[in-house]
């Protein structure tokens, strides 16, 4: 199994790299142990129970290392997309995504790199700009409308 792998994004379709390990694997676990083993040796120049609380520490501490890194390796570096953020906010990721991409427009460096997010955005056409122009100024049917008098 692979620690990590080239994907594409799927809002700007730029490939990147992704940790696809996300937990704690038994490898993880030998290595603390082995750790633990000899940082007890270092210290107190034999087996000593406090190598269980170091042991403990050590995998606590692998896992959150392991846990931070795949969080952190799911949000597009090109356009800040966040699959899980859209999973459970839309509009928050909405708002990120146009905030980076402006961030873009702005930046004088991404103008010719291959890497540009702006390359690779679906063009909106005259006759669907106009439509969406025009579903947004309509009220929308599930709003509540306020009483008249």
């Keep these: 199994m692979a620690v990590s792998e080239k994907i594409y994004c799927a809002f700007c379709r730029l490939e990147r790299r992704v940790y696809t390990k996300k937990n704690v694997s038994w490898t993880n676990v030998v290595l603390a ?24 520490f050590l995998l606590a501490s692998a896992d959150v290392f392991i846990r931070i ?22 509009d928050e990721t909405v708002k990120r995504v146009k905030a980076r991409l402006d961030e873009v427009r702005r930046s004088e460096q991404y103008l010719f790199q291959a890497h540009n997010p702006l390359s690779r ?3 909106i056409h005259a006759e669907e700009k106009g439509a969406l122009h025009q579903d947004s100024n309509q009220p929308s049917a599930s709003a509540p409308q306020s009483p008249e008098a």
């Design 121 to 123: 955005l679906p063009a």
């Design 33 to 56: 142990f082995g750790c633990a083993l000899v940082l007890t040796f270092v210290f107190w120049g034999g087996v000593d129970p406090r190598a269980i609380l170091i042991f403990v």
């Design 69 to 90: 890194r795949w969080r952190m390796a799911l949000t597009c570096p090109h356009c800040g997309f966040d699959p899980l953020l859209y999973k459970r906010d839309p």
